[in-house]
């Protein structure tokens, strides 16, 4: 009877070992799965890792456009506000040079 029982017992052990040991592959191949397809996902795909460098090329290259554009606007607003500053003294050096039109 003894050995039947320790027989029984190192047989379920087995089972619950391997059932277990079967899980745990599972568990592995559904993880490196995702993996594989993540890496596949990310590194060439329509929207992986190769087509987000192009758009982050462009992207740059819009930005220093936008730069540049603001870096003229600016110097047209400094040499526009020169001019307006030019106007305003000249108006104002021929409005004092003249007397009043009623006297």
């Known amino acids: 009877m003894a050995t039947t029982e320790d027989e029984l017992a190192k047989k379920q052990v087995q089972e619950a070992v391997w059932t277990w040991a079967g899980r745990a592959i599972v568990v592995a191949v559904v993880f490196g799965f995702g993996f594989f397809a993540a890496w596949l996902l990310w590194g060439v795909g329509q929207r992986g ?41 000249s108006l104002a050096a021929k409005s004092a040079a003249q007397p009043p039109a009623g006297q």
């Open 49 to 89: 890792a190769p087509a987000l460098r192009v758009a982050n090329e462009q992207l740059e290259a819009q930005l220093l456009d936008f730069k540049n554009r603001r870096v003229d606007v600016e110097g047209k607003l400094v040499v526009i506000q020169g001019r307006l500053d030019e106007c305003n003294r």
